[in-house]
Nanobody, 127 residues
Framework: QVALVETGGGLVQAGGSLRLSCAAS????????MGWFRQAPGKEREFVAA????????CYAEAVKGRFAISRDNAKNSLYLQMNSLKPEDTAVYYC????????????????????WGQGTQVTVSS
């Protein structure tokens, strides 16, 4: 399995921006479709965004569409999540995850199908 490490979380005011990064190691990054998930206190983990190996398919949760942008740099073995216009309800621990299979957004939104997960990075948005 690929090892994943997230960075870039922090405290930001509502309306602000953050950029999360996820560094992958141990396996060929281009073998993996990648996703971002988040979990707020007392809530279940939820899908945020996903991107296929070559970046040809990108998916977003409705709650973040138009505000967040997922991208990847295969040369740097890295995944990113640019978060703009942040809201207090975006407060959560954000996780990056990797999976080998899946090509449609319906599939890529399924958290249990991801094989590797990072340790998470806290994002706190104050009102």
């Amino acid at each position: 399995q690929v090892a994943l490490v997230e960075t870039g979380g922090g405290l930001v005011q509502a309306g602000g921006s953050l950029r999360l990064s996820c560094a992958a190691s141990g396996r060929t990054f281009t073998n993996y479709n990648m996703g971002w998930f988040r979990q707020a206190p007392g809530k279940e983990r939820e899908f945020v965004a996903a991107i296929t190996r070559s970046g040809t398919t990108i998916c977003y949760a409705e709650a973040v569409k138009g505000r967040f942008a997922i991208s990847r740099d295969n040369a740097k073995n890295s995944l990113y999540l640019q978060m703009n216009s942040l809201k207090p309800e975006d407060t959560a621990v954000y996780y990056c995850a990797a999976r080998v299979f899946g090509t449609t957004c319906l599939s890529l939104k399924q958290g249990p199908e991801y094989n590797s997960w990072g340790q998470g990075t806290q994002v706190t948005v104050s009102s």
